[in-house]
């Protein structure tokens, strides 16, 4: 979901109150420090970023009648021209996205900052100072436990990742995997999630980084398992109790997280590791369970199915020596004995199963499968 869904109303104002604040900074002059106290930044030239700024850079332009298309041009060609190449950019969105007020402005320049960073290979980020980075990063780790709206949390947390894809491999930011570990095991239900969040983006991309610390990683996304408080925590899964976190989310209605169960069961199944065999007749017998669940929105009976027809086209071998043909069998004609809808092109419980029988008929022998259709 982009911006513009989450704030219809606030993205094109937001984006201008940026652009107005950074160009209204005042130029050849030398300011106090960012991030507090009177020592400037050495060949900055200028920066002064104390005072009135969020009353004239922000609050006005936020509730300035503007349509989203020209808001959106005007300001983007201003940050584009005149502010993001210089090396107040990173600086100056650093601080509106620690003391706006606004949720809409804050989420907006966590996002322009995350690009800031990355951009042309890391050229401003490495451009600063080591003790200017040291303070952003952390000043970040401190905002992101802090902070109120589930969303901006998220935010920060991929602008941690995207400086922790540099700093890591560079081993310039130690404390982070530390402070990471010790926010998973939080009594804070919010603290733990955005923790496993911040991992997960890093895990990604800088997994060597990691590999002293893997056991005690694994140990800490085990332990998330069990985490009775937070769905959000629990989805981070693996094998022993996935069918247990799906089947928490399912019953929440919350289908972006059963997505995510099932969609990290799927990637299993892809790479084919051995991790899940062993939980393999477990595995199948919930995806058929649950897409035959007439109780449940027909979406969440296909997310089940699909996941079933990844598990016959990954694990023929285990299915056919486990003996599921059968019991998989007899769930899909169940499944597709129910009404269809017209349009053929429209997706329905019962042409997903018919999908998995045709799979399960193309994978494995016909002699393993026909007996199973007409016992």
């Not at 930044?41 to 006005?60: Q, T």
Request: proline share 5%; with cysteine.
């Amino acid at each position: 979901m982009g911006i513009y869904e989450i704030f219809p109303g606030y993205i094109a104002p937001a984006f201008q109150a940026i652009s107005v604040f950074c160009l209204s900074l005042p130029k050849n002059q030398i300011g106090t420090n960012i991030f507090g106290g009177a020592q400037p930044f050495k060949g900055l030239g200028f920066l002064n970023l104390s005072g009135d700024w969020a009353l004239v850079g922000l609050h006005g332009p936020l509730y300035t009648p503007l349509s989203a298309q020209d808001g959106i041009s005007l300001a983007t060609q201003a940050l584009n021209k005149q502010f993001y190449r210089s090396l107040l950019a990173i600086l100056g969105l650093f601080k509106i996205l620690t003391t706006c007020a606004t949720p809409a402005v804050r989420q907006l320049s966590a996002v322009e900052l995350r690009k800031r960073v990355s951009a042309g290979k890391r050229k401003q980020w490495k451009k600063l100072q080591s003790s200017m980075r040291d303070i952003i990063k952390s000043r970040l780790l401190k905002i992101i436990t802090t902070e109120p709206v589930a969303i901006m949390r998220h935010a920060i947390a991929r602008v941690i990742s995207e400086i922790g894809k540099y700093e890591l491999p560079e081993k310039a930011w130690p404390q982070l995997l530390g402070l990471l570990i010790k926010a998973s095991d939080s009594p804070v239900a919010h603290e733990r999630e955005v923790a496993i969040f911040t991992l997960s983006n890093l895990m990604d991309t800088v997994i060597n980084s990691f590999a002293e610390s893997l056991p005690q990683i694994y140990s800490l996304l085990a332990k998330t398992l069990q985490d009775p408080e937070s769905l959000e925590v629990t989805f981070q899964a693996m094998i022993p109790q996935m069918s247990v976190v799906m089947g928490q989310t399912l019953e929440a209605s919350d289908e972006s997280g059963a997505k995510k169960c099932f969609d990290t069961v799927e990637t299993l199944l892809i790479i084919e590791v051995p991790l899940i065999n062993s939980h393999l007749a477990q595995l199948v017998q919930f995806n058929a369970t649950i897409g035959n669940n007439k109780a449940l929105d027909e979406s969440q009976r296909i997310m089940a199915l699909n996941c079933l027809l990844w598990t016959i086209k990954f694990k023929k071998s285990n299915i056919a020596s486990l003996e599921l043909i059968k019991p998989i069998v007899d769930s899909l004609i169940t499944i597709g004995a129910e009404d269809k809808p017209k349009d053929p092109k429209d997706d329905s419980v019962a042409r997903t199963a018919f999908q998995c029988l045709d799979a399960l008929s193309t994978t494995l022998s016909p002699q393993a499968v026909f007996p199973a259709l007409y016992a």
